[in-house]
């Protein structure tokens, strides 16, 4: 089987019909390597996550048509998975220290007598 060389995107057609709890837990029973989702969500009726190691991404492509539908025993998922660059919510996480800044920032600008966050201007601050 032909080795990712970065992570992967996993992609469950019809997943939406699936519990997102159930759904990651069988797939996480059945892969041999033990693996985080990225970025889990729905696109029209497709779910979709994203794995950063190629290794989990190659043993995610072992997974397919081993789950069997919750409610009809006879009806295989598949889990497909496509080399893809890192997504934007794993990219540009913020560093520890540019998240402390962001919170002592937040802080600063949460109003407790009116339990409001001023968000204007916020692009002002350091």
């Keep these: 089987?032909?080795?990712?060389?970065?992570?992967?995107?996993?992609?469950?057609?019809?997943?939406?019909?699936y519990d997102r709890t159930w759904l990651m837990s069988s797939?996480?029973?059945?892969?041999?390597?033990?693996?985080?989702?990225?970025d889990f969500h729905f696109v029209k009726n497709e779910a979709r996550f994203f794995?950063?190691?190629?290794?989990?991404?190659?043993?995610?492509?072992?997974?397919?048509?081993?789950?069997r539908d919750e409610e009809?025993?006879?009806v295989c998922i598949p889990v497909f998975v496509r080399p893809s660059a890192v997504p934007y919510s794993v990219r540009?996480?913020?560093k520890p220290?540019?998240?402390?800044?962001?919170?002592?920032?937040?802080i600063k600008r949460f109003d407790v007598s009116k339990l409001?966050?001023?968000?204007?201007?916020l692009y002002v601050d350091p």
């Design 27 to 38: 797939i996480q029973r059945q892969c041999s390597v033990p693996f985080t989702p990225v």
């Design 51 to 67: 794995v950063q190691e190629a290794s989990t991404a190659s043993a995610l492509m072992d997974v397919s048509y081993k789950i």
């Design 72 to 74: 009809s025993q006879e």
């Design 92 to 94: 540009y996480k913020l």
């Design 116 to 121: 409001a966050l001023d968000l204007q201007r």
């Design 1 to 17: 089987m032909e080795q990712l060389h970065i992570g992967g995107l996993s992609l469950i057609p019809h997943g939406i019909k």
């Design 97 to 106: 220290e540019e998240m402390e800044q962001l919170k002592l920032t937040l």
